[in-house]
C-alpha cells in the first residue's frame, strides 16, 4: 500500500508560480508512475500530468500548453508539480496520483492506483 501526502498548496496571484511535493511511503517508488490530477469546484477531476518511473518522460494535459513541468527525485521518494504564470483557471484541489506498478507513464491518466488528499491551490485576479 502506497501512502501518498501533498504539500505546497496555498494562495497565489495570477501569473505567479507554486511548487507542489508529493511525498510517498509504503512502496518502492520508482516501480511505479506518478502523477497529479485537480479538480476544481463543480467540476470533475482533471488529468494534469504525468512521469514515468525515471523520469524521462513527461506529458501533460491539454491544457496545460507549456506552463506546468513535472518531476521527481527517487531517492527522496517525492514527486513534484511546477506550475508557473498561474491563472485563477487553475484554482483546484491538487491530487497526486501513482500509476500501476511497472506501469507507464501514459497508465496514470487512466489507471490511477493511489491518491493522496489533496492540496488546496488558489489563484487570485
Known amino acids: 500500500q502506497v501512502q501518498l501526502v501533498e504539500s505546497g498548496g496555498g494562495l497565489v496571484q495570477a501569473g505567479d508560480s507554486l511548487k507542489l511535493s508529493c511525498a510517498a511511503s509504503?512502496?518502492?517508488?520508482?516501480?511505479?508512475?506518478m502523477g497529479w490530477f485537480r479538480q476544481a469546484p463543480g467540476k470533475e477531476r482533471e488529468f494534469v500530468g504525468g512521469?514515468?518511473?525515471?523520469?524521462?518522460?513527461?506529458h501533460f494535459g491539454d491544457f496545460v500548453k507549456g506552463r506546468f513541468a513535472i518531476s521527481r527525485d527517487n531517492a527522496k521518494t517525492t514527486v513534484y508539480l511546477q506550475m508557473s504564470r498561474l491563472k485563477p483557471e487553475d484554482t483546484a484541489v491538487y491530487y497526486c496520483a501513482s500509476g500501476p506498478k511497472f506501469g507507464a507513464s501514459e497508465q496514470v491518466r487512466n489507471e490511477p492506483t493511489y491518491w493522496g488528499q489533496g492540496t488546496q491551490v488558489t489563484v487570485s485576479s
Open positions: 509504503g512502496g518502492t517508488f520508482s516501480w511505479y508512475p
Open positions: 512521469i514515468s518511473r525515471y523520469g524521462e518522460i513527461t
